[in-house]
Structure formats: structure tokens, C-alpha cells
């Protein structure tokens, strides 16, 4: 009889053992994927336009819908941050190309803290086809703010700001994020004039 003991405690111990250290497997599994997760996950690269376009990592995001800016009151494009609420602040973009009466001020992106993001900028009069984030006015800074000038010529210029994890619109928990803000995207009607009038100069300078 304690033969027959010994023999199934044998094989209950062999039949065992394999599911126990599945179990224990399974668990280190879980362990590093849990570990791993928020790595994968941090965002580095945000960029959006001011026809309500995002990218978040190079993948497309939430797109900016008309919202209502919290601390002005005032509407502007609005758009989701990715799962965290971002520092406070207004990011302001600058251009020489903006007239005397707007201080060379062309855009404001607002980060009130409450996970958006929106995106103001000054309507040129002379546009027939106004951005989405086009207004006729700028709201009144907040504080903390910083100035940024952008690059490229007008109709197709851009700024980039790095936060940090405690700057204007950063994440503690996601320390390498990097905005981009395209502040003018050249019209298709534009862009074709423009290549079409380059192809006519080079026809006429090889006849010449």
C-alpha cells in the first residue's frame, strides 16, 4: 500500500510540476509586459495642423473638432492629448510676416490642463478659404508662456517645442515629447499655380 503511495505521489508530483512552472512562466510573462507597456507607450512626436490634422508617433490621431476654450471662453480648434493632461501654459508663435497691429503674433496653442490642447490663429482678411483655426482675434496670454518664431516662408511655415517634463504643455511621465505645429499648409490651388508657373519660366528660359 505504501508502495501504491509512493508511485502516485510520483506522478502527481510529475503531473504537477509542469503546471506550476506554466504558472510561475506565465506570471514573469506578465510581469514584463506590464514593465514593458509604459516604455512602448510613451509618446515622442505630437504634430498638428490648423485644419484639425494629428499625428501622435507618426500614426494618425484624434482629429480637432470646434470646442470652447475654457479660460477665454472663446471658440478655437480643439484637440485630445493622448492620456495625460499637459502643464498649463500658452505656447505663442511669432512671424515677421503678421501685420504691425498683432505684434507679429500669428498663433496661440493653449494648454489649459485638462488633457486638450487649441489652437488659435490670426485670419488673414485676404484668405478665401479660412483654417479651421482661423480667428479674428487672439485671446489674452496666460501665464506661463513662451514665444517661438517660426520657420519657412509664409503659406508654409511650422514651429517645434520641446517641454520637457515640466514645461508648457509637458508630461512627467512622458519626458521626450516634441510638438510640432503647422501653423500654414500651402492651398492645392497655390501649389499647383506655383509648379505650373515654374514649368512655364523654365519653358521660357529654353526657348531664350
Known amino acids: ?118 489652437f488659435f490663429s490670426l485670419i488673414d482678411d485676404q484668405d478665401p478659404n479660412p483654417d479651421k483655426a482661423d480667428v479674428p482675434a487672439l485671446p489674452p496670454l496666460i501665464n506661463p508662456n513662451v514665444f517661438i518664431e517660426e520657420i519657412g516662408p509664409e503659406g508654409n511655415n511650422n514651429a517645434t517645442w520641446t517641454p520637457g517634463p515640466g514645461g508648457i504643455g509637458g508630461d512627467a511621465a512622458n519626458p521626450n515629447i516634441e510638438y510640432l505645429f503647422i501653423s500654414d499648409v500651402p492651398e492645392p490651388g497655390a501649389l499647383a499655380l506655383t509648379v505650373l508657373g515654374g514649368g512655364l519660366l523654365l519653358a521660357f528660359r529654353r526657348r531664350r
Open 1 to 118: 500500500m505504501s508502495s501504491t503511495l509512493k508511485k502516485s505521489e510520483i506522478v502527481e508530483r510529475q503531473t504537477m510540476t509542469p503546471r506550476k512552472m506554466n504558472s510561475r512562466m506565465a506570471a514573469i510573462i506578465v510581469a514584463l509586459a506590464a514593465t514593458a507597456t509604459p516604455l512602448f507607450a510613451q509618446i515622442g512626436h505630437i504634430q498638428v495642423d490648423e485644419n484639425g490634422n494629428m499625428t501622435i508617433n507618426g500614426n494618425p490621431g484624434p482629429p480637432g473638432v470646434i470646442g470652447i476654450e475654457p479660460i477665454s471662453g472663446l471658440q478655437a480648434l480643439c484637440y485630445q492629448l493622448p492620456g495625460y493632461a499637459g502643464n498649463p501654459g500658452d505656447i505663442v508663435l511669432f512671424s515677421g510676416f503678421e501685420p504691425p497691429s498683432a505684434n507679429e503674433r500669428s498663433d496661440v496653442i493653449r494648454f489649459p490642463g485638462n488633457g486638450n490642447m487649441y
